[in-house]
Each structure stands twice: as C-alpha cells, then as structure tokens.
C-alpha cells in the first residue's frame, strides 16, 4: 500500500480532471489515475503524419460551459483560443454556400421566407435550450422525493417549465417527442438548410433525422450551445489537448495529483465498500473514495468484477446500448483546398455536407445493417487555417467527422474501411475539386478504432446512446443516475453519466458534488 488519499478518479479526460479539480477546491486529497501518457481523454492533440497534429477525436468546443471556464480559470492557466464563434458553412456541390449561426442565415439560393423563420425559431428553440441546459447542470433527483432537498430540486424544475408559459409549455410537450425531420418540415423551405440543422439532431447519436428521439438530442445540443453563449463554437490554440492540459494545470495548481501511463487494474473493496485501487503494475493505493469516469463494462465488469453486483444489475450493464455512429477522417494537405462556394473566410469555420434530410437519412440507413455509407454526412474543419503550429508552413489539416459509420464493419472490416475512404475522399472531392491530390497522408478512425484509443464504449460520442430511456433519471442507469453505485464509496463521473458527453465538465461536476454530499 503506497500513499492515502480521500478520493481517487479514474482517468484524466475532462471530466474526470472537472471532478478532481472541484473535490480538491473542496478541500479533497486527490489522485487522478490515467492509462494513457497524456492527459485529456478523447480531448487530446496528437501527430498523425510527420509535422502534423490534429484533435483525434473531439475536434471542437461547442458545448463548453462559461461557467467551466470562468470557475476554473482556463486562461489563467495557458488556455487560448485560435477561434471562437465560428460559423457553420452547409456546402453545395454547385451553388453558393449557406452561412449559418445562432440567430442568422444567409447565402445561398431561395432562402424565401426562411431567412426571417429562422431567427423566430432559434428564439423559440432558444428558451427550451435554457430550460433543458438548467436539466444538464443538476444531478437528477431521486423520484422518491424523500428528502427536502429532491423536492425542492422538482419543484425547481416544474417552475422553470411554467414559467415557459402555456403556450410554450404546449409547444415543448407537442415537439419533444417529435423527429426532427418532422419539426424541421414544419418549419422551413430550403432544402440545404434543413440538412445542416438535422445534422447536429443527429451528430454523436444513433440516428437519423427521421428517428425518434431527434428533437431532444437536438436540444441536448442547443443546449450546450446556450452554456457556451458568445464561445459558440470555439477551436483552442493548440487543438483540444491544449484545453485539456489547461484543465489538468488548474487541477495541480489546486494540488490535485495526476499519474499518466498508471493503469487502474482492479477497485478494491473491503466490507462492501470501495477502499482503493490496484494499478496494472501492482502498486495498490488506498482511498475512502473511488470516483470512475471510465467506461461502465469496464468499470463494473473490469475493474470492479460482477462478484461484487447483483445479477439484475450486471444485466442492465450489459443492455446499456453504446454503440456509437461517428468516425473521424483525418488529412494532412500539402496547400487549402477550395470549396465549391465558399469564400476564403469560410475555411476558418465549420463546413458540412449534408445538403438535404433525404440525403442525411439515406447516409444513416446503411448502417442499420451494419453497412457503410455510399455518401456519407460530414463536419469538417481545415484547423490549421486558424492556427497555423498545427501542420508545417503553407501546409494544412483537414479534420472531418464522417456520418453514419457503424461500429460493427460486417464481415469483411478491411474492405468496408478502404469503401468507406474512398466513399469519403470522393464526397470531399466533389465539395472541393481537387482536393485529392492534395493528400499528403490520411488517417480514419472508425467507432471500433475510437473505442480502441481512447476507450470510449463502442467509439460512442456519449459513452452510450442518448435516447429517452438511458436518460436523466435513467442515465446511465437508474441505480446509478446520482454519481454513486450499489457499491458504497464507488462514483461515477464520465460521460455514460448525466448528461452525457460532449466537452462540458457537467458528469464531472455534478459527480464532485455528490461525493462532497455522501452521508448527508
Ligand atoms: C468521433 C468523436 C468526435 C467527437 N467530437 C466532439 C466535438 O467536436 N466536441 C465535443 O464537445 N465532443 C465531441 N465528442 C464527444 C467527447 O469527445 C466525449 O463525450 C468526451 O470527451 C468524454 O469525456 P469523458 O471525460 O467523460 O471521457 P473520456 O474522455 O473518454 O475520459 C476517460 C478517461 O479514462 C481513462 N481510463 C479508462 N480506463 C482507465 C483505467 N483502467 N485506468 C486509468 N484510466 C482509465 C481513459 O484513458 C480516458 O482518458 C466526440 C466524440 C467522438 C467519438
């Protein structure tokens, strides 16, 4: 048994370093055990050719809390930003783009009446994302309302949704259960405009636009974008390792711990209670506490084995569906390459291909079959135009997410991985003419692989799919929807937790706050 500590977290993605660095304000000794030799989790920056680095897997800042960076100080602590509020561009193959962002819309062809609707309906979707932002900030309360405290945190909730008003109290209830292929045809014309707002209903989940359960991912993801406020979208100085180092500085300056390359092989129990961790090397330290933001097999299967679980329990966690739809294409280019109308300006924000709802769905039906797509969906960013120590001088990265790539490939991986290369290169070049031969090297990561770097349960953007029933008070499970486990002294904190994922510290957060309140 080496050193003590009163809390011990499993891993350094950010959530995990959100949960340390406010335990530790809190007054918390605590050790941060991480596998990986970098801090950050699926929010790092690595090289992936000679001379150029890329975020791996989360690419840009969409969600993140003013209050995270304001709390923790972010800039004191070395982070910058090479871009904030960026705009997003829907391309076309043949016209000009559109330009879009929280409260406009422009450009492109026969906008009509849209223009004018979309600010309207931004208002409107607006005051739900405040309502549903005030839902990812809070545990979730125990249904049984027991304690003052949980009826006081319902009562809360209830005078937020009435003071929505009737009217817009009827229009939530009759929208949310809606897709979003339907609320979006309800609602405007432009065909290319649909396809951009359907695409962030459906980026990190497991659907298409015409699934249900649309409309609340998309208000999971209006939400973040109310926390964010004036950050908007934001791409930080350095990639997304660099907010994540910042991160982990402000947790050491608190006098938190990190250990990097320190695997966690077993939690220790003892009288039923977690007491520790073993780590793979052997070294066993001990801790009143042990909070995971580590997948859910592998913290209760792995770390903690099922001999210490009921059978119903380990069942849900087996049934607790992750698997996600997002792979990421990462180019070196040896100059930027031009998109078909776009202006230079452009390039330094977010560009999508997704020019219609009937082109979205069709890109998400093959996968249903384990399939890949003939014309994928993609989020791409060129981050180097913004920051330039990201790829060698005069040259470029281009980072895409590609939709809708299943985890499982069928029964020949290599094939469906080279078709689904080709299938992306060939969407990108018909975007950008020419793009191809700019190609210096090229790296794809599909689920299995983003699962396989990063640990992200099935390569799942959330850790596990955001759907009505693996959500708020059943997130990830109703056992565990508060942080704590059937395990005394075991917490949870990652992103299979409430809210879920996207780089927002809230699992995090809300977890630290659970541990400082166990016993109350
Ligand atoms: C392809 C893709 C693109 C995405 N793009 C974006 C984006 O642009 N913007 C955005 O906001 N979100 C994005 N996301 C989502 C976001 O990356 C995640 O939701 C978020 O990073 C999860 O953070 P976390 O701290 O909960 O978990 P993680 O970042 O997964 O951290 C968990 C940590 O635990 C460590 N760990 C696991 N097991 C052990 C062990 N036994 N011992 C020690 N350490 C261990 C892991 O190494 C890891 O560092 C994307 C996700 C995917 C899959």
Not at 55 to 63: E, F, K
Not at 68 to 84: I, N, S
Not at 90 to 95: K, P, Q, R, W, Y
């Amino acid at each position: 048994m080496s050193a003590t500590f009163d809390v011990i977290v499993i891993g350094a993605g950010h959530n995990g370093l959100a949960c340390a660095l406010d335990l530790a304000r809190a007054g918390r000794k605590v050790l941060v055990l991480e596998s990986a030799a970098q801090v950050g989790g699926a929010a790092i920056t690595r090289s992936f050719a000679p001379g150029f680095q890329v975020s791996a897997c989360a690419h840009l800042l969409h969600a993140l809390p003013q209050s995270l960076l304001r709390d923790f100080a972010l800039e004191q602590h070395g982070l910058r930003f090479a871009a904030t509020a960026m705009a997003t561009h829907a391309l076309s193959e043949t016209g000009p783009c559109l330009r879009i962002d929280s409260a406009t819309v422009t450009g492109g062809s026969a906008l009509g009446e849209d223009a004018a609707n979309y600010g309207l309906f931004r208002q409107r979707m607006g005051r739900y994302a405040a309502l549903f932002f005030a839902l990812l900030s809070v545990k979730p309360p125990r249904l049984s309302l027991q304690r003052w405290g949980e009826r006081w945190d319902m009562l809360k909730l209830a005078l937020r949704l009435r003071l929505l008003g009737t009217a817009s109290m009827r229009e939530l209830l009759r929208i949310g259960g809606m897709n979003a292929y339907d609320l979006l045809d309800d609602n405007f014309q432009n065909p290319a405009l649909k396809g951009a707002l359907a695409f962030d209903a459906t980026l990190g989940a497991e659907y298409g636009p015409r699934s249900p359960g649309t409309v609340l991912t998309w208000l999971y993801r209006l939400a973040g974008e109310h926390g964010a406020g004036t950050l908007g979208l934001a791409q930080p100085a350095g990639g997304m390792g660099a907010f994540s180092q910042a991160l982990a500085q402000a947790c050491r300056a608190a006098g938190v711990e990190i250990r990097l390359s320190a695997p966690v092989a077993r939690i220790l129990v003892d009288q039923d209670h977690a007491v520790g961790v073993a780590l793979a090397s052997g070294e066993v330290v001990a801790a009143a506490t042990v909070v995971s933001s580590a997948a859910l097999r592998t913290t209760f299967l792995r770390l903690l084995g099922a001999e210490h679980l009921d059978g119903g329990f380990v069942r849900r966690i087996d049934h607790f569906r992750a698997k996600g739809l997002v792979a990421k294409l990462h180019l070196a280019l040896r100059d930027l390459p031009h998109f078909t109308g776009t202006s230079a300006a452009a390039l330094g924000g977010r560009l999508l291909i997704s020019p219609s709802m009937d082109y979205l769905e069709q890109a998400f039906n093959p996968s249903k079959y384990r399939e890949i797509p003939q014309h994928p969906a993609l989020e791409i960013t060129l981050p180097s135009v913004n920051d330039a120590s990201l790829a060698p001088a005069g040259q470029h990265v281009l980072s895409a997410l590609v939709q809708f790539v299943p985890y499982d490939l069928g029964p020949d991986p290599k094939a469906a991985r080279a078709a689904l290369l080709e299938n992306t290169l060939a969407t990108l070049e018909r975007h950008a003419p020419g793009i191809r031969a700019l190609v210096v090297a090229a790296e794809l990561l599909t689920p299995s692989d983003l699962e396989q770097e990063f640990g992200l349960a099935g390569g799942h953007w959330h850790q596990g799919a955001l759907a009505f029933d693996q959500f708020f008070v059943n997130r990830p499970l109703p056992q565990s929807h508060q942080y704590q486990t059937p395990l005394p002294g075991l917490f949870l904190c990652g992103a299979a937790c409430h809210p879920g994922g996207g780089v927002m510290g809230f699992a995090g957060r809300n977890a630290a706050r659970c541990v400082l309140r166990q016993g109350d």
